[in-house]
């Protein structure tokens, strides 16, 4: 990733799901290609077996590994916090 500055973000990790992030965001993958998005919400992909990486299609449904968790929240505080896992896509 650059060195870029960011603004620090609440971001919420969907237990065996993916990484959901208030928008606009541009995420940059392993590459150092960046994927910008004005969505409100982008999901973005941790399995790895997303067809549209690095956001997420639902993939994870079908390569999930353990019971389901309750869902944790990282970051600073944010107006989105209603959101729910499985609700939005990138």
Same mark, same amino acid.
């Given at each position: 990733?650059?060195?870029? *500055?960011?603004?620090?973000?609440?971001?919420?990790?969907?237990?065996?799901?993916?990484?959901?992030?208030?928008?606009?965001? #541009?995420?940059?993958?392993?590459?150092?290609? !960046?994927?910008?998005?004005?969505?409100?919400?982008?999901?973005? /992909?941790? /399995?790895?077996?997303?067809?549209? &990486? &690095?956001? /997420?299609? %639902?993939?994870? !449904?079908?390569? *999930?590994?353990?019971?389901? #968790?309750?869902?944790?929240?990282? %970051?600073?505080? +944010?107006?989105?916090?209603? #959101?729910? /896992?499985? +609700?939005?896509?990138?």
């Amino acid at each position: 990733m650059s060195a870029e *500055r960011t603004t620090p973000r609440e971001v919420l990790l969907c237990p065996d799901g993916p990484v959901l992030i208030p928008g606009p965001v #541009t995420v940059e993958d392993e590459q150092g290609v !960046k994927h910008h998005s004005e969505r409100p919400v982008v999901a973005v /992909c941790r /399995c790895g077996a997303s067809s549209v &990486p &690095p956001w /997420c299609d %639902g993939s994870h !449904k079908q390569v *999930r590994r353990r019971p389901a #968790t309750r869902s944790r929240r990282l %970051g600073a505080a +944010a107006s989105w916090r209603t #959101t729910r /896992c499985g +609700a939005p896509r990138g």
